[in-house]
C-alpha cells in the first residue's frame, strides 16, 4: 500500500526531529514527521502516583530493554558495559531526560588542533552560536549569566535555586578554589510560553506532570503543527527507499496494526538518534548499497561515543532537603573539563551536582549491605534521606571505530526489523580520566563536609548519549554527511540527531543536538534550488 509523496519526510519526533520540523515548516512545504512511538498524557506520568519511584525502575525505566513497552525495540548490549537508555514517543528521550543543558564549549569542535587526537569538527561554536540563543528562547532555558568557563551568553528565565544541598557542595568547591556554576537548565523556573513555572515536584527523569520541563512535545511540537507539519505516530519505519541514480524515494513502515505502507517523499531526514538511525540505514540495503544505505565509508554504525558516566555520592550530617527540586539540575564544575597536560589522560569532564534520591531509591542501600535490617535500619535510612548529595561525571569520549552499532543477526522487534547491537569498551584514557574524577569528586565531598562517600562507574544505565555513529565531515571517506548534515552518498537524505557528532564533548548534549539541527535546517532551506545537484 503506498501513499501520496510529501515533500519533507522526518523520521523520530525527538528533539532533533522537532526542531528541524518546526525550522522547516516555514517553507510551506507539506512535511510529514513519523514517530514510532506516541504521544505521552502528562497525567500518566509516574510522578502522578506514590508508585512513581517503583515505576521509574520497571515500566517507566529510561532502558527499553526493562521497560519494554509495545513502541520499543530491544537492544542486544552484551557486549557492552554500558546500557543503551531511551526513548521511543513524541518527544523522544527528551521526554525522560534531566533537562541539565549545557552547551558545547568552542574546543569541543576542535580537538584534533587543540591536542592531537580525534577530530575537528568542520563547523565551529561560533557558527553555531546563534542557534544555541535561538533554541535557548523556543524552550525557555534557566540559567545565570557570566559563567567564565563560557563564552558569555544570556538566557531568558534565573537559574534553577540552588537549595540548602546546592549551597554547601558549593562551600566545598569555594574552599578549594575550583570552577561551578548554577546549570542551565532546560526547565522554566517562571510562567514561560503559556507554561507553567516547576515546582519541584522532584522526579523529571519519568515526566514532568508539571510541563514545566521543556521536552520537545511541549515546545517546539504545538509550534510545529500549528505551522502545518503533520504528525503520524505509531508508524514503524523499517527502511529507507532509494533509486538506481542512488536518490532516496521514501521508506516503508509499519502501522500501530503492523500492516506494512510505503511513504513516497522528496527528501527524508533522519532523526533517530546515535543508535536508531544506524540500525536504520545498515537495514536499508539494496544493490547499490548492499553494506547500508549510506555507508560508501563504512562508517555508518563506527565511532560510537557514550559518555562514560561515574558517581560519588556523599552523606552529610546536617539535612539537606537534598530530594527536593529539579533531580539533574543544580550547579556543575568545568574545573577538569579542558585538556590539561600534567595529567594522565586529554580531554576532560564535566561534574554535574545532582540531588539525593527518595525514601525508595535510598532504601536501596539495603542491596549495598549499608542499611541493615533490625534495630538500626531507622537509625540508617535517617542518615542518608535528604542528607546525600551526587555528583554525575560525564567523560568526554573520543570516537574509535571499534565501538559500533550493527544489526542483530537474531534478535528483532515485534515488526521483525533486526534489532541493533552494542559493542563497546571503554578506553584506557577514558579510565584514567574516570578515576581522576573519583579522586576530586572525593576531594570537593570532603571540603564540603561529607561524612560517607561512596563512589562507582562507569554506571551500567547511563548510556544517555548516543552520539558519533554517522559522523559528520568533508571527506566522504572519513565521514557520512558532510557540513550540513547531507549525506555525501544520498543527496536527498540527511540526518540531524546526534549521529552527526565528531567529538563527543563532556557535556549533556541536547543543547548541541538541537542547535545543529536549527543549522541544518537553515542551511538546507538556504539551498532548497539545488539539493538535488
Known amino acids: 500500500m503506498a501513499d501520496d509523496i510529501v515533500d519533507v519526510l522526518i523520521i523520530g519526533s525527538g528533539a532533533s526531529g522537532a526542531a528541524v520540523a518546526w525550522r522547516l515548516a516555514d517553507t510551506r512545504m507539506r512535511i510529514v514527521c513519523m514517530e ?25 525505566s529510561p532502558s527499553p530493554n526493562i521497560r519494554n513497552g509495545r513502541d520499543d525495540y530491544p537492544i542486544n548490549e552484551d557486549d557492552s558495559p554500558i546500557s ?39 563547523l565551529d561554536y561560533a557558527m553555531l552560536e546563534p542557534y544555541f540563543a535561538l533554541n535557548d528562547r523556543i524552550i525557555g532555558v534557566s540559567g545565570l549569566s557570566g559563567d567564565p568557563a563560557m563564552p558569555p551568553h544570556e538566557l531568558p528565565l534565573p537559574p534553577i535555586p540552588l537549595g540548602k544541598m546546592g549551597e554547601t557542595i558549593a562551600r566545598g568547591f569555594n574552599r578549594l578554589g575550583w570552577h561551578w556554576w548554577p546549570s542551565d537548565s532546560a526547565i522554566i523556573t517562571r ?27 511541549m515546545t517546539y511540537w504545538p509550534m510545529a503543527r500549528r505551522a502545518g507539519v503533520e504528525l503520524r505516530t505509531r508508524c514503524r519505519v523499517s527502511e529507507i527507499l532509494v533509486d538506481d541514480h542512488d536518490m532516496a524515494t521514501g521508506v516503508v513502515y509499519f502501522d500501530e496494526h503492523g500492516v506494512e505502507h510505503r511513504q513516497r517523499a522528496e527528501l527524508v531526514i533522519l532523526a533517530c538518534n546515535g543508535v536508531g538511525t544506524p540500525r536504520l540505514l545498515l537495514n536499508s540495503r539494496s544493490a547499490g548499497f548492499p553494506d547500508g544505505l549510506a555507508n560508501r565509508s563504512g562508517l555508518v554504525g563506527k565511532n560510537l561515543m557514550l559518555h562514560p558516566w561515574g558517581l560519588i555520592s556523599g552523606i552529610f550530617d546536617e539535612q539537606l532537603d537534598s530530594h527536593y527540586g529539579p533531580q539533574g539540575c543544580c550547579l556543575l564544575s568545568k574545573q577538569f573539563y579542558e585538556t590539561d597536560p600534567g595529567r594522565d589522560f586529554v580531554r576532560g569532564y564535566n561534574m554535574q551536582i545532582t540531588r539525593g534520591t527518595g525514601p525508595v531509591v535510598t532504601r536501596q542501600g539495603l542491596t549495598r549491605g549499608t542499611i541493615p535490617w533490625g ?16 555528583i ?26 533486526p534489532a541493533p547491537r552494542i559493542s563497546y569498551r571503554l578506553s584506557d584514557n577514558s ?50 554527511v558532510n557540513e550540513w548534515g547531507r549525506s555525501h552518498d544520498v543527496r536527498n537524505l540527511f540526518i540531524v540527531d546526534g549521529s552527526v557528532f565528531v567529538t563527543s564533548g563532556g557535556v549533556n548534549p541536547t543543547s548541541t543536538i538541537q542547535a545543529l539541527a536549527l543549522y541544518i535546517a537553515d542551511a538546507m532551506k538556504a539551498r532548497l534550488a539545488n539539493l538535488f545537484d
Not at 379 to 384: G, I, K, L, M, S
Not at 445 to 466: N, Q, S
Open 36 to 60: 514510532q512511538g506516541d504521544w505521552t498524557n502528562p497525567s500518566d506520568y509516574p510522578s502522578t502516583r506514590r508508585s512513581w519511584e517503583a515505576e521509574a525502575a520497571s515500566s517507566a
Open 431 to 480: 579510565k584514567r580520566m574516570l578515576q581522576h574524577s573519583f579522586e576530586k569528586g572525593t576531594e570537593v565531598m570532603k571540603a564540603a563536609g561529607a561524612v560517607d562517600i561512596h563512589t562507582e562507574g562507569p554506571m551500567r544505565y547511563a548510556g544517555w548519549h548516543l552520539l558519533g555513529t554517522a559522523r559528520m565531515g568533508l571527506d566522504p571517506t572519513r565521514s557520512v
Open 191 to 217: 510562567d514561560y510560553e503559556g507554561r507553567e513555572a516547576c515546582v519541584n515536584l522532584g522526579p523529571c527523569h519519568s515526566g514532568c506532570a508539571k510541563g514545566a520541563k521543556s521536552s520537545a512535545d
Open 84 to 122: 543503551i537508555v531511551n526513548y521511543n514517543g513524541v518527544g523522544g528521550s527528551t521526554v525522560l531526560y534531566s533537562a541539565h543543558f549545557p552547551r558545547f564549549h568552542p574546543s569541543d569542535f576542535k580537538v584534533r588542533t587543540l591536542d592531537g587526537v580525534a577530530d575537528d569538527w568542520p
Open 375 to 390: 534495630a538500626a535500619h531507622h537509625a540508617e535510612f535517617a542518615r542518608r534521606y535528604d542528607r546525600t548529595i551526587n
Open 392 to 417: 554525575g561525571i560525564c567523560c568526554e569520549d573520543l570516537p574509535e571505530e571499534r565501538n559500533c552499532v550493527t544489526l542483530d543477526p537474531t534478535l528483532t522487534d515485534s515488526s521483525g526489523i
